[in-house]
Structure formats: C-alpha cells, structure tokens
C-alpha cells in the first residue's frame, strides 16, 4: 500500500468529501435515476444518461476517497521552530512577504497558499527556522527567501 502523507487537516477534509458522497450525493443520484426508469424508455433519457455518469463519477470518488484515507499517514510536527509539515511560514522575497501551508501533496494548493513539501519552496523551507535565508532554485536562476516567521 502506498503511504500518503498529509496533514491532519487534509485527512478530516478527505473523510468530510467521504461522508458527504456516501450520505448525500450517492442516495441523491440513486433517486434521480429510480424517477428517470420510472419515465419509461431510457434510451432516449438524458436525465437517466446524466444520473448514470453522475453516479459513476460518485463511486470513482468514494474508491479513490477510501484508497487515500487508508493509506494516509498524518504527519507530526519536526523541532519546535523548525517548518514541517503543517507549518504555516511567512516567507519575505525580494520586497514581498508570502504566507504558505507547508501541507502534503494531495492538499496543495498553490493558488491558496498550501504548497507541498516535496514542491522547491516547499522541500526548501522544510527544517529551516524562523531568519534562515533558503535559495530555490527556478527557470529564473535561484531566488533567495528569507523566513520571518513560523506558526
């Protein structure tokens, strides 16, 4: 079984997803689809057709859902004042500040600052404390981030 790493966080979202599929969405396509047989011939029934791949998409989820919990592994913070996993880290960039979510790679989330630890910035910042200055690597040649605070 392969090992997903992430963080507490992440994983009651991912079982939310679950509970949510399982006790709204599944028995909501389920009635869909019991009214559109109900109409009669279903070879020409869009609703039925769109219920059916609905549901497909449903079940597709809740197996992929189910595989990503079991193999979850909630990661624990490293040294106190160290970025980990879970670390929330102000970062400061030439005359910019950024705020990220050190999370696993199934959470990130770039755009919402949630970037993973395996991602340059992320595998950059991991094990560094609040004053180190870490160099990424990008297209541009290295940029250099200075970590003003960890929470």
Known sequence: MVKIIMTQTGLEKLKDELAE?????RPSVI??????????DLSENADYQ???EEQA???GRIQELEAMIKGAEVAHSGKKGEVALGSKVTVAVASA????????????DPSSGMISHESPIGSAL???GAGDRVGVKTPDGVVEYKITKIA
């Open 21 to 25: 599929l399982k006790t709204q969405k």
């Open 31 to 40: 009635a869909r689809i019991k009214a559109a047989r109900e109409l009669g």
């Open 50 to 52: 769109d219920a059916r």
């Open 57 to 59: 998409f449903i079940e």
């Open 97 to 108: 500040s950024y705020d990220f979510t050190i999370v696993g790679p199934n959470e990130s």
């Open 126 to 128: 991991m094990g560094h």
